[in-house]
């Protein structure tokens, strides 16, 4: 079965940097693009940046020149490299594959960003 796990978050000052990681299982990793979602308390999950199967990347707009998703096909690994963190990018980060007619998501890591 598709299993999504990410790791990596935590509590980070405002300006820091963590790097979350997806390691995927149960689908051919290197024929699908990946995605990272957020959803902070309160608010509806959003988009944050989708890896395509040729490394093309898209970001949120909020997201652009601070974060970098990458992905290592031999690891299947999925990574979000997020920069100059702010406050508002607290929330619970989610690995995502959406396979045939369904989406499939990670159980999400916790991001909080606060000095």
């Known amino acids: 079965q598709v299993q999504l796990v990410e790791s990596g978050g935590g509590l980070v000052q405002p300006g820091g940097s963590l790097r979350l990681s997806c390691v995927a299982s149960?689908?051919?990793?290197?024929?699908?693009?990946m995605r990272w979602y957020r959803q902070a308390p309160g608010k509806e999950r959003e988009f944050v940046a989708r890896i395509a199967v040729t490394g093309r990347t898209t970001y949120a707009d909020s997201m652009k020149g601070r974060f970098t998703i990458s992905r290592d096909n031999a690891k299947n690994t999925v990574s979000l490299q997020m920069n100059g963190l702010k406050p508002e990018d607290t929330a619970v980060y989610y690995c995502?594959?959406?396979?045939?007619?369904?989406?499939?998501w990670g159980q999400g890591t916790q991001v909080t960003v606060s000095s």
């Open positions: 149960g689908f051919t990793f290197s024929n699908n693009a």
């Open positions: 995502n594959v959406f396979l045939a007619i369904t989406n499939y």
